[in-house]
Every structure is written in structure tokens, then in C-alpha cells.
């Protein structure tokens, strides 16, 4: 249809055997167009002009004065004038001149032609009033003049002009205009205050297609605004809507089904489509092949239908549901079996509509719609097949036929295929452990490692989840620390997303019960940046990076590096604030402490009962305010100092050095006053003293001249040495 709102109007420059001479001015002539191809020539909008026999005038009468014009000026000084047949006259030249372009729009509302044509829409001639209505409906195309008309305040005055004793002319171009202007907020809420609703719903029964065209299609934008929908149903708009789908103008069944489907999203409207038999129009109209263009249109009515279990039972009990389960495994259309599967998807958010796609084999249709061509449609069936997961009968039988599939799409160019894939395969491997182990077997640790550094944040964060349940088994956590999971998750740290910051650090401590996963993590400086994340302003990323922390600190060597890095002194800090701490930011300044025992004691000045004291453990003595506990490295490189002495648990025993024997010509001549068996006695006995022999096998190895008490003596001696 052109700018007047016509279907399939043909101008006078494209068909120059319609014309029509009115008031002297010749107007193109006007057919539409329905689904056969059949044209029906409209009637001439302007009249006839009957031509009367001159008179003389009386000679006080002005003689009529035939004056032409060639300037739009000229015509928008002519609105002023109080003679009839010059306003209409002018107001059917402005029609014409305003109907070749936008600019021609642009330079009647310089010349104040709107200001005019405000106040002509109400004249009480009834040419006036039609022609002035032709003029405003061609001009709202523009939306600089549409600004200027709802500043006029000319709604009122439009909706004036749909009282049914106007011309069908009149009411096309009147709601042509309010069709224009509903695109604003400020005008809907005008045109329900004016009661507006009333008069457009009646002419939906116009006989005229044009008339139903805008009204239908003022609806609609009105329909946009939900106080709007709910006033639509109340006034029993769904049966005329429903007629309208058997217009023979496409254009007019099209919008008819968008308006249906707008209200059709409130729960009160979707009660009295059912009561209208709503359904029945929709599924003849899926089974109508040569209707295939209003068929994507009908699916998305009824999916918003579909919300309610009333409605799902009833489907099922008619045989409408398998048929709409049939229908879009079958269609050749991507876009309406995109609906049908978003369809599923929000009808499955229910415990009992669910139950009933699984008795209907809804899981086959959706695997089906895998194998589509189209992303969009991949992407729709990975949603409902999610939602439907929440049904342990219907996430056995993605168990067992669609889960490969699934996991292929995690390598998608597509990246709304590759996040769909993902939360489909969280929700899949969500308390199965089974659906986890087949990312193994199928051999995609690797595919998920990757998509850890994707560009889209809700891949991240799905996949993550999918990390998480995979990282309750001990095999799968040794598979995916081999493909680098822990420097990747120590990467993904990184970035802004406060999405992907809370999976990450929550992932990351599902794999930090392995002491080789903390390794990698900490030689990845994962650490460093975790403890940055304590600083976060986001709550919940505070709250998941205390929880981590207090699992990567559940060894000697990660907790030291951690108080290194400062996290003590930001636990502490947070643990003062009331408004930054958290259950899990105290938990972690213990388990901190209870894995540093040095730290533990300098700060508390004693140990807990369950705190065991092991080697290397150290008391360095009370600190300076703001001072850091040094390292047992950091102490052993310090000058000799009058300072407190550093006091340290070493209960092992170091292996004993054993030197290289001496060169052979360096080798000592025995004593001549010693027999060779009192010098081997003597090494024996400088032997016994470096390796600290027990006093049994000491007095074993007493020499038969000697007696106790020097052999306890000479023992003395050694261990003294």
C-alpha cells in the first residue's frame, strides 16, 4: 500500500487510463488488490464537480475570478480564506503536492500549513472537513509533522472524524493519521483518554478494506501498551479480530494476528480467546498451505496460549498438540519452527505441561530440529530442550539420543548456538553424572577449555557451570586439568563481566580440592588476581572470591604465597566493615590462619586444639604495627642482630654428610704405640659420635678394658660433640 494507507494503489503517473476529473483537477484512480489477484476499481475520493448553466450575477455579487496558481504559498494562503470551494480546492492541491515526496511534507510544515488544516478537520462543510482529513493523513507520514500535530493537540479532532455519519473517505484518512501518530507513547495514552478504542474497534466491520487496514493496524501499536490490551479485551475486540482473518487482503489478516498476538500475552486476554474459540481459527490456518504466509504469525498466538496448563490439556485432548508437534517437525519454514520450539520452551516452565510434551514425544521433535540448517532454529530447540530437562524422563531420553549433538554445537561458529549449546548441556549435566562423563567420552574437554577465552560472556558463564558439575568426579577433574583448565580459568579473572567473574571464581574453587590444581593456579598468578577480586564493589563476586579463597588455603604453600599477596590484611579489613563482609569472608581469614600456624600464633598469641604444630613452624615474636610476618627464607638471609631470637620446630633429622676419603698419599702413618686394633676402635668410636648411636649399642661395643663409668662418661662426651 502507498502513503494514503491504500492496498496496492495504483497512482495516475503509472496508469494513465484511470483518471478522474474533480473540481478540475484530475486524481489518480484507486483498486486493491485481494489473495485471488483480482482489482476493484474504488470510487474517485474527491466527487464530481456537476456543472451548472451560467446566470448572470446580480450586480452586487462579485464576478467569480478564475485565478491559477503554481506556488504551494499561494495554497497555504488559501486555507485562510472563508469560501468553501477555495479550501477544498486548495486542500486537494496541498493533497496532490504533498503526495510526491517527504520533501514536499517538510515544506508545507515550514509554510504553516498544519496550523491550517487543524482547524479545517472540524469545518462544518462537509468537503472541507473530507479534503483537509486527506491532506493531515498523507502529511503524519512525516514525523516532524506528527510532533506538530500531537503539540495541536488534533487527536481529539481525528477520532471526531470517525463518527459514523462521516464519509468512508473521511474515516480512511482519519485513521490512516492516528495510525501515524500511535507510534508514540504520549499519543496512545491520548487516544485512550479520548476514548479513541471505541470508535477504532467499530470500524474493524467497515466495508471498506482500507478503513479495516489502519484500524486494525491502530490497534496493534496500541496493543504495544499493556493498560491498552487489557481495555481491548474488555470491550469484546477478540471476535471482530477474529473475523478479520478471513479478509481477502493479506496485509488485513496479518495484522490482525499480530494484534491477537500482543494481547494474547496477558493471561485475562488468553482466557477469552479460548472462550472465542481462538484455537480452532489458528490450527485451520496452520493446515492451510496457500495461508502459509500467515502461518509463523498463528504459532506465536498460540504459543503465548501454550503458557497456560488449561490450554495445553485441551490441546492435547483435541489432538491440536500433536498436530503443532507434527506440523513443525515437518514445516519447510525456519522461522516457524524457530516458534514452535519457543513454543515448547515457554510452555515448559510448568511442571505438568511438561509431563505432557513427554507423553507427546515433544524430546524426538526437538532432536530433530538440531539437524536444521538454520541457527535460529538450533538455538530455539537447545532452549526448549533445556527447559524440558527440568523432567528426569525427558532428560533420560536426551541422555540416551540427543546429547552428542548437543555437545558438537558447542564448536559453532555461531555464538548464540555455541551459549544455547552450553546451557543446554549445564541444565543436562546438572545431578547426572552420567551426562558429565559423556563430555569425556565423547572427547570435547577440550572444546569447553576453550570457550572459557570466548568473546560472548554468556558462553563463559554457561560453560562454567558445565565445568562445575563435571568437577565432582575425580576423573573428570584430572582430564580437564590436563587441558588446562586452571590457567584458563586464572585468565578469565581478568575481565570486567561481573557475570563471569562470579562463575569463574566459584569454578575455580570446585577444582582447588586437588593440590595439583592449586599449583597450576598459583603458577598462572590466579591468585593474584582473585585477591584483587576482594576488592570488588560487586557483593556477590566478593562473596564467591572469600569462598575460593578459603579453598585454595587449605595448604601450607598456597596460603603463605596467599598472605604474601595480602589477603590477610583484606580479610581483616572486610571482616571490620558492615557493609562488605560476608558467611564466607571470616571463613576464609581462619582457614588463612589455620594453615599458617606462625602467622596464626603471632597475631592470636596462642593455637587452637585442632592446630597441630609441625616442622618449620616459627615464632618470630610481636611485630610492628603494619609490619609483615617475614618468611623463614626472608629471616634466614638477616644479619646476626641483638634482637629477640627467632624460635623454630625442626624435628628432623638432617642426613648425615659423608665426607670422600682422603688421597692416598695424604694418608696419616699409623702410631707406632698403637696396635692397628686400637686405631680401628678409635675411627669406630668417631663414627659412633657423628651418627648419635643409642647408649644400648654403645655398651655393646664397650672394649673389655674399660669400665662402666668411663664408658658412660666417654658417652657424655659424644653426645655433647
Partial sequence: HNGSGALDRQRASETEGRRAEVCGIARAGRYLVDRGGRKALKKNRMGKKIKKDLEAPPKDVFDPLAIESKKAETAVLMLQSPEEEILAKSCEALYKFAQKGDENKVTLLGLGAVESLSKLICHEAKTVRRNATMVCGIMAAHGDVRKLMQKLDMIPSLIARLAPE?????????????????????????????????HLIRLLGSPDPDVEKNAVECLYLLTQDFQSRIAICEQNTIPPLLELLKSDYPVIQQLSLKTLGSISCEAECRLALKESQALDHLLKILEAK????????????????????????????????????????????????????????????????????????????????????????????????SALCANVASKDVFSKSGILQIINLLSK????????????????????????????????????????????????????????????????????????????????????????????????????????????????????????????????????????????????????????????????????????????????????????????YNQKGHLSYGNLIKDRFYDHGRLKPGAKLPSLEELSKQMLNQSRAVLLV????????????????????????????????????????????????????????????????????????
Fill in 166 to 198: 462521516e464519509d468512508t473517505v473521511v474515516h480512511e484518512f482519519a485513521t490512516l493519521c492516528l495510525a501515524h501518530m500511535a507510534n508514540t507513547f504520549t499519543s496512545k495514552a491520548r487516544i485512550f483518554e479520548v476514548n479513541g478504542l471505541e
Fill in 413 to 600: 561458529d555461531q555464538a548464540e548456538v555455541r551459549e544455547a549449546a552450553a546451557f543446554t548441556l549445564a541444565d543436562l549435566t546438572t545431578g547426572c553424572p552420567n551426562n558429565a562423563a559423556a563430555l569425556l567420552e565423547a572427547d570435547r574437554v577440550d572444546a569447553l577449555v576453550n570457550l572459557l577465552t570466548d568473546k560472548r560472556e554468556g558462553v563463559i558463564a554457561n560453560v562454567c557451570t558445565v565445568l562445575i558439575n563435571m568437577a565432582a568426579q575425580e576423573p573428570l577433574r584430572i582430564a580437564l586439568q590436563s587441558q588446562g583448565v586452571m590457567p584458563a580459568l586464572a585468565a578469565t579473572l581478568q575481565t570486567d563481566s561481573s557475570l563471569v567473574l562470579r562463575k569463574a571464581i566459584f569454578t575455580a574453587a570446585a577444582f582447588a580440592c586437588d593440590a595439583e590444581a592449586r599449583t597450576q593456579f598459583r603458577d598462572a598468578d590466579g591468585l593474584l588476581h582473585l585477591v584483587k577480586l576482594l576488592r570488588s564493589n560487586h557483593d556477590e563476586v566478593r562473596r564467591n572470591a572469600c569462598w575460593a579463597i578459603a579453598v585454595f588455603a587449605n595448604d601450607e604453600v598456597t596460603a603463605s604465597e596467599l598472605y604474601r599477596l595480602g589477603t590477610f590484611d583484606v580479610l581483616q579489613e572486610m571482616n571490620l566493615s558492615t557493609s562488605r563482609r560476608n558467611s564466607f569472608s571470616e571463613l576464609a581469614e581462619n582457614k588463612l590462619l589455620d594453615n599458617n600456624l606462625s602467622l596464626k
Fill in 290 to 385: 496457500e495461508l502459509n504466509d500467515l502461518h509463523v504469525e498463528a504459532l506465536l498466538i498460540i504459543a503465548n496460549c501454550l503458557e497456560d496448563v488449561d490450554t495445553v490439556q485441551l490441546l492435547q485432548q483435541s489432538g491440536g498438540l500433536k498436530k503443532i508437534l507434527t506440523f513443525a517437525e515437518t514445516s519447510p519454514l525456519p522461522e516457524l519452527q524457530r516458534n514452535a520450539a519457543k513454543a515448547i520452551a515457554k510452555s515448559a516452565h510448568n511442571a505438568e505441561s511438561r509431563k505432557i510434551f513427554h507423553e507427546q514425544e515433544a524430546e524426538k521433535v526437538l532432536v530433530e530440529l538440531l539437524a536444521s540448517d538454520n541457527n535460529g532454529v538450533k538455538a530455539a530447540a537447545l532452549q526448549a530442550i
Fill in 650 to 721: 625442626n624435628t628432623t633429622v638432617p642426613e648425615p654428610v659423608t665426607p670422600s676419603p682422603p688421597p692416598v698419599e695424604d694418608k696419616p702413618e699409623p702410631n707406632p704405640g698403637r696396635s692397628p686394633s686400637s686405631h680401628s676402635r678409635s675411627a669406630s668410636r668417631e663414627k659412633a659420635g657423628r651418627n648419635a648411636p643409642s647408649p644400648v649399642d654403645d655398651k655393646q661395643e664397650l672394649p673389655s678394658g674399660r669400665s662402666p663409668s668411663q664408658s658412660r662418661s666417654a658417652h657424655k662426651e659424644k653426645s655433647s660433640r
